[in-house]
Each structure stands twice: as structure tokens, then as C-alpha cells.
């Protein structure tokens, strides 16, 4: 069953305080490319915040959730200095490391594990 945006909305209501998050799911988000427009400025949804979020492990999880937490117009993750994710997966939705909108969410780490 995919994890869509709104579920992510109810963690991050429910769970303010979160610091550690583990996503193990490979299924794609079946609104993932209807959340928002080619140019990733205009946006169908509210951007969703963890300000305690320190750990992300995304290794087994489908592109998307990578793209869900990467990309600013869907979430910000001010505080996040350990995120670990395959090498591969994190080039593709950066594209190449060149893409703006993923370039805040990964501006603190300290750690990327990459596999």
C-alpha cells in the first residue's frame, strides 16, 4: 500500500517532536506525479514541516518517498544531517545533483549513507 502526501501530513501532525523516520515501503505514491506541475512551482498541496527531523532512512523505498522528503515544494526538513538512501536513486531524483528544488532539504547533512 503507497504512502501518499496526506499520510505524511498525519505523521508529521501526530508526531511534532519526530527526530528518526524509517520508510520501508517500494510501492510508488499513485499521486505522486499529479501533486504538482512540471515546473515544481505550483503546487496542489501544503508543503509539510519536521523541525526536529534529524534521521531519514529511505534505502528500501520506492523513488518517490525520496522525491516526497527531497523536493522543498512538498516538505522541509531544516534540522535533517543523516539521510540514508542508494546512491542511484538519489542521482536520479536530483537529477544529477543539479535540481533546485531538492538542493535546501539536503543542504545540512552531515552524513549521507549511500549504497
Not at 19 to 25: A, R, S, T, V
Not at 77 to 98: G, H, N, Q, R, S
Request: glycine share 0%; aromatic share 14%.
Amino acid at each position: 500500500m503507497p504512502f501518499e502526501h496526506e499520510f505524511f501530513m498525519r505523521v508529521a501532525r501526530s508526531f511534532p517532536l519526530l527526530k528518526h523516520l524509517c520508510i520501508w515501503n517500494n510501492e510508488s505514491q499513485k499521486l505522486a506525479g499529479l501533486m504538482t506541475f512540471p515546473s515544481d512551482n505550483c503546487q496542489l498541496h501544503s508543503i509539510i514541516e519536521y523541525p526536529h527531523l534529524t534521521i531519514l532512512d529511505i534505502k528500501f523505498s520506492h523513488a518517490d518517498y525520496i522525491e516526497e522528503f527531497l523536493n522543498e515544494t512538498k516538505t522541509f526538513v531544516p534540522c535533517l544531517t543523516e539521510f540514508e538512501v542508494f546512491f542511484d536513486d538519489l542521482k536520479a531524483v536530483t537529477k544529477d545533483f543539479t535540481r533546485e528544488e531538492t538542493r535546501r532539504n539536503c543542504s545540512k547533512h552531515n552524513n549521507t549513507s549511500q549504497i
